[in-house]
């Protein structure tokens, strides 16, 4: 029984974290595989945090069940798992869904399609988890599905079946001639296992529930020899890892030499494996060229076969016993699966660990380092097993692995993804390392994730070897502290705690300015500070950000160098580099400062992503020596498009600043786009926005080159979103400009005004009276952006001038480097 405190704690929690619900909006482009990883329509990597969804907890397996189809129910369902840090469902196709799929009946299906899009949850959506013997059948609901949902963003994959195993394999109907595995291949390499005599004994008692009642004498005969040839291979397997105290997996087995005779074995199984997925691969494509397919693999031999490189993307299930041991022999395979398909996103597609006899705490430990192991492993993302716990189901220990309990009520583990989905949500971030250890005594262990720009750990107590993070609690804690942005540094515990951070440790440079530490409604937390230190108490079940007020940097963007030399409408990739100055264009910060370096991109209206942190050089000029940080090949292939253009800026952890906008492309002028129109109402102010320019307009609708004064109109939506902020939330909205490769100024606050698109009201910012009379002379051009006091903004950058391109400006030279304080 949980402490009712941790309870609370943790409901809280899930209520802090619950974003506003996204709306419905024109369908995105299609996430896809990129050298491993798993990449959004923009180009970042993700990275999923997901769960298995069978319906509520009263309707589990039945949710499509006519009488027990609720929308309202699964829209609660999916911003449960908002509000958990979820970012991806994996749902299953089952009757009746099936069949009304195939007489053209959507509703249901296109219902929770919608309320995913509204949600922002990606569906990896399971085509079938029933027997299914006839491929073409299958395939033909794959093509159906397929087609209708060819284009639609919120789909991340399919999976073609849950969980195939060899039987599978061994009794489908295969379009053609029947693939090795129901031919007698396997008894030449191997002998004859069973004569046909004892196949029909065997079909009539053992084996009648494995030999479909369609299999001839003959096909049963070859199915039971295969099948005693494929537990014979197992046999093997299974002594060869425990004679090595499993340290190795089934997959080290087969690439071992211990494994040679059974080439023969895996030749038939692959061959046939890719015979299974050919046709089922093939249906779906004829109709949907671009979205992922994947298989729920939970048997290893099965997953690691090479015939899976047809597949967009290469899923696994796995269920540990609790226990440090049993987590190493997991990681193990997993890492074992990862070599094997080094170009291929992976997905853990079902884990979890049941709390019928196990405490939920404990098993959240568990589950936490198996999401970042992941993370350090380069995984594409994990899914628990499952959203909920079922009411209703195999057993007590099947129906307790449940992120939420029955009643709806949170588990630890709901805090420890929400606190990952919070970290993961700031964008991509560098890998970072795992070391797991089991505790001195008891089931537990203690982990620690260290990436450059996070530390989690769990245990009684830590320290960080660096000095950056310690903390003691009384009980086994999870704490959570992550700086992506460098100037908030975000801190979480699963249960009362002790914590102390050393900003100069963990920022790598001394803070200079006022800190503040509040909890995410922003209610002020008192700290103790010590130099450089500052310790506080973290409740259990919230996120707690500390603010770094800082001296103003201005990082500015030097050269953008198309590779190979090649010029704007040919080249594909360019490096770039930029300088941190203090104070304009004087002194470059000293150089014991190691800041991490950001760099933004927005492709033409689009609002701007980072896509690189910088690496830090030193360099030399005018007899000073002083650092600049390199982006190197960066993606600019859409400018080979000449209506196509990017923006590039910079920023810096820690410390605020605005420095120069660099324009990239043939005609780098913001062609009028039409007004973007909002989709809905977001129910409460957002902690993350997108500020979008709608429109700069020269006074008296003169041309460019003689307009003196312009108004521009902004609005804010969620964050990747066309949601409105609410009406009644009232920001201080900033509009930044830049003159040519000069450093961003604020030029107006904005005024707040009320606009109406179809049947939705919803606010707009003006900025009346804007200068932009230097534009009138086509070498200068102006680049606006806005920005929001007290939240996490972003804006897409609008240029505005007669030739908006950056023309290749010298190099600034720095007039001295900072004191080092």
Request: glycine residues 8%; charged residues 20%; hydrophobic residues 40%.
């Amino acid at each position: 029984m949980r402490k009712p405190a941790l309870l609370i704690a943790l409901a809280l929690l899930v209520g802090i974290l619950l974003p506003a619900p996204l709306p419905a909006t024109a369908d995105p482009a299609l996430a896809g595989a990129v050298a491993g990883n798993l990449v959004s329509p923009n180009g970042a990597n993700m990275f999923l945090i997901g769960a298995n969804y069978v319906g509520g907890p009263d309707r589990s397996w039945t949710m499509w069940q006519d009488g027990l189809f609720d929308p309202a129910l699964l829209e609660k369902d999916f911003l449960k798992a908002r509000a958990a840090g979820l970012n991806s469902l994996r749902l299953f196709v089952r009757q009746p869904l099936p069949a009304e799929v195939a007489a053209g009946r959507w509703g249901k299906l296109d219902t929770v399609v919608a309320l995913a899009e509204k949600q922002g949850i990606n569906l990896i959506l399971t085509l079938y988890d029933y027997r299914e013997d006839d491929l073409a059948m299958a395939a033909a609901i794959g093509a159906t599905i397929a087609k209708h949902y060819a284009g639609k963003g919120i789909i991340l994959a399919y999976d073609l079946k849950n969980e195939p195993h060899y039987q599978d394999l061994a009794i489908s109907q295969y379009p053609g001639s029947p693939p090795p595995l129901q031919t007698d291949s396997l008894i030449k390499s191997y002998g004859e296992q069973m004569s046909q005599a004892d196949a029909d004994a065997w079909r009539a008692g053992d084996g009648a529930a494995q030999i479909p009642a369609r299999f001839s004498p003959h096909d049963a005969y070859i199915y039971a020899n295969n099948y005693r040839i494929y537990l014979r291979f197992l046999k093997e397997a299974g002594d060869w890892m425990t004679a090595r105290n499993y340290e190795g997996s089934v997959l080290d087995f087969i690439a071992s030499p211990d494994s040679a005779r059974w080439r023969p074995l895996l030749d038939v199984l692959n061959q046939t494996l890719a015979a299974w997925l050919k046709p089922q691969i093939d249906a779906i494509r004829s109709a949907d060229k671009d979205h992922l397919i994947t298989v729920g693999y939970s048997d290893p031999v099965l997953a690691g076969l090479p015939a899976n490189n047809a597949l967009g993307a290469v899923s696994i299930h796995r269920f540990p016993n609790v226990g440090a041991k049993a987590l190493r022999v997991a990681f193990d395979l997993l890492n074992d699966m990862r070599a094997a398909f080094p170009d291929k996103p992976m997905l853990l597609e079902e884990f979890g660990y049941p709390n019928d006899s196990s405490d939920p705490a404990l098993t959240a430990l568990y589950e936490a380092a198996t999401m970042l192991h992941l993370m350090s492993q380069g995984w594409a993302g994990g899914a628990k097993w499952s959203l909920y716990d079922l009411a209703k189901g195999w057993d007590a220990r099947e129906n307790s692995f449940g992120l939420y309990r029955a009643d709806g009520s949170p588990k630890p583990i709901a805090l420890v993804l929400g606190a990952i989905g919070e970290y993961s949500r700031m964008g991509t971030h560098p890998a970072g390392k795992l070391s797991v250890e089991a505790e001195p005594s008891g089931p537990g262990i203690r982990y620690v994730y260290s990436a450059p720009d996070a530390i989690f750990a769990a245990g009684l107590s830590y320290a960080d070897p660096g000095g950056r993070l310690s903390f003691e609690a009384a009980e086994s804690t999870q704490v959570f502290v992550f700086w992506p942005k460098g100037n908030v540094i975000s801190i979480a515990a699963t249960g009362p705690a002790r914590v102390r951070l050393n900003l100069a440790a963990l920022l790598g440079f001394k803070s200079a300015g006022d800190l503040a530490l509040q909890k995410t409604d922003g209610a002020a937390i008192p700290f103790e500070k010590q130099g450089e230190s500052i310790s506080f108490s973290p409740e259990g079940g919230q996120i707690y950000q500390l603010r770094i007020g800082s001296r103003a940097v201005n990082p500015r963007i030097e050269i953008v160098w198309p590779q190979d030399g090649k010029p704007v409408a040919e080249a594909k990739l360019a490096n770039i580099s930029g300088y941190l100055f203090y104070n304009g264009k004087g002194a470059v910060i000293c150089q014991d400062q190691s800041p991490n370096v950001r760099l933004w991109r927005a492709l033409n209206n689009g609002v701007e992503e980072e896509v690189a942190v910088g690496k830090r050089r030193s360099v030399s000029a005018q007899g000073l020596a002083f650092s600049a940080w390199d982006f190197d090949g960066v993606d600019v292939s859409a400018a080979r498009d000449p209506r196509n253009k990017y923006y590039f800026r910079l920023s810096v952890d820690g410390l605020p600043g605005h420095g120069n906008i660099w324009s990239h492309g043939d005609d780098a002028r913001t062609y009028l786009p039409a007004p973007d129109v909002p989709a809905g109402i977001a129910p409460a102010a957002p902690q993350q926005v997108d500020g979008r320019i709608e429109i700069v307009w020269p006074h008296d609708n003169l041309p460019v080159d003689k307009a003196t004064k312009a108004n521009v109109s902004t609005y804010l939506f969620q964050r990747g979103t066309l949601q409105s902020v609410p009406a009644d939330w009232s920001p201080t909205v900033r509009l930044w400009r830049a003159l040519n490769s000069g450093q961003e100024e604020e030029v107006a606050v904005g005024r707040k005004v009320m606009k109406k698109a179809g049947d939705v009201s919803f606010p707009a910012w003006e900025f009346d009276n804007i200068d932009v009379s230097a534009a009138a002379n086509p070498v200068n051009k102006y680049y606006f952006r806005v920005t929001v006091d007290g939240i996490d903004s972003h804006s897409n950058i609008w240029s505005h001038g007669a030739d908006a391109r950056t023309y290749f400006p010298n190099k600034d030279v720095p007039t001295g480097v900072a004191e080092c304080r």
